[in-house]
């Protein structure tokens, strides 16, 4: 199936036309492919972008690991971290319209990203961050809340300590296992809203709501392959974290592009 859809070209949430409807189709794996492998295309083709929104996201995994050892909390370095990459399908907009500007035969400037970026701070695009921001703050209560009710938010006077704790006693083992579920429900929930709402309130006028259960229909009507897609994201994230946050200069931005062209293939629009 062709990538380039009829759309309403980035910024025309100014437009005074109807918006159109926005229709989901079956997503295929040879969909997630395709769209790997333009992603890389265009990492390779605007490497300097790529890089730069990598870039901000290894500090910034770093600077937030870093603060929960400053403030004495390091138990949660790695929630927070996961958490941290909650952010990534909002930090990605600059890739998104770089994918766009590339895809239409234009030649992205770094300058103009981060204009438009700034731009998007009091549009639909606002209202959805604000979703993402308000799941990662849920996020974060969760592993306190579980961290009362497991271990009792007793104090650890090493990280290794807290790992010892978390990994040889049977409270620490009930810990990690009810953590990993509910932030497997947490990022499940957030993927299914906003695999393509960022990028569809970027490419056309549609307010977040729409874009969110468009993005929800994408996920529902193809699970399978969109679960498949979320967990091999999810491996690749925290395969990027281990050695200090570094990978992600690579697979953030390749994963950005990526999204861009899935939300191409699988959502049309109906006047």
Known sequence: MSDNHLTAPAGAQNSPHKP?????RHV???????????????????????????AFFMIGGILVTLLSFWVDMSYISYPLACGFLLLGPFAALGLYEASRQLQS????????LFTLMWEQRRGEIAWMAFVVIFIQFL??????????????MKGYGTFMQFVQTVFETPDGLLFLFAGHIVGAFF???????????????????VDFVTA???SFKVVTGS???????????????????????????VTLPVLGHTTWHLYKRVVTFKE
């Open 20 to 24: 159109a409807k926005p229709i989901v």
């Open 28 to 54: 295929t794996l040879e969909d997630v492919t395709s769209s790997l492998k333009l992603g890389i295309l265009d990492f390779v083709k605007t490497p300097v972008i790529g890089l730069t929104f990598g």
């Open 105 to 112: 035969g234009q030649t992205p400037r770094m300058g103009g």
């Open 139 to 152: 996020w974060m209560f969760k592993v306190h809340l579980l961290l009362a009710l497991f271990l009792g």
């Open 187 to 205: 990022a499940l929930l957030l993927f299914a809203v906003s695999v393509v709402s960022f990028p569809m309130l970027l490419d056309t006028e």
């Open 212 to 214: 969110m259960i468009t």
């Open 223 to 249: 699970p399978v392959v969109m679960v498949g897609w979320g967990l091999l994201i999810t491996a690749i994230l925290m395969a990027s974290m281990i050695p200090a946050f570094v990978g992600l200069l």
